[in-house]
């Protein structure tokens, strides 16, 4: 690859493409809305929203220093983070609490990066951390979900036109922020009614002494107020 295609290369990630028309918007919204809501299409949807959420146990873990031992996904939408070091302290707490907040913390990351017109970069951005991810994916299931999601980014961002590249990519943001708010409150129906007993929240509880009801709040501020923030942004509100 030569100097021009080096330049092509990096003005074709790094520049900046057009926002879609406001109608366009609304209509990637309902899209992802019709993905979060029926519990059919859910089941399968959440896939997707398990894969950021444990990406961002993993992600904070090697951010705090520890060591990642390795993620897994499973078919029934549940995984599992593994990592190695301190039991307790700052570093644990982060890790523990990055799961539930990761889906729409990249939603709302998302959102900023589409209202300044980075439409490209975001797809290479996600490309790149799923390829990384995949590195330590330790079950099948949990590779082929990546390696499914991975490939959809690969392809658009690669072969689709510019229009396409952007109605992806909206869809994409407001599943990340819709699809972010609805685990909580599944969380909090199975905590009401005695289940999930070793829940993220359980967990910090055990860690901090805080009760698992005020980190389940925790997790419902950071949801709500990122798909509040993100819809603004991307609604030009």
Known sequence: MDSTDLGNLWDRVF????????????VTGTLALFAVVPNP???LARNAI???HE??????ALLTGRQLSGIRLHSDTSGLTVSRGKPTGIGMVL???AGYTAPSLLGLGGAWLLVEGRITLLLWAATVLLAVMLVVIR????ALAVIFVGSAFLLVSWLATPDWQSLFAYTVVWFLLLGGVRPVFELQSKRR???AP??????LSRLTDVPAALWLFLFHVVSLSSLIGGGRWLLGL
């Open 95 to 97: 890790t523990a609490a």
């Open 55 to 60: 990406g961002g146990h993993g992600l904070i």
């Open 139 to 142: 079950n099948v299931y949990g």
């Open 193 to 195: 009614h005695g289940g």
């Open 15 to 26: 520049g900046t493409q057009p926002a879609p028309a406001q109608w366009l918007v609304v």
């Open 41 to 43: 299409l859910w089941r």
């Open 198 to 203: 070793d829940s993220d929240a359980d967990q």
């Open 50 to 52: 398990t894969i950021a």
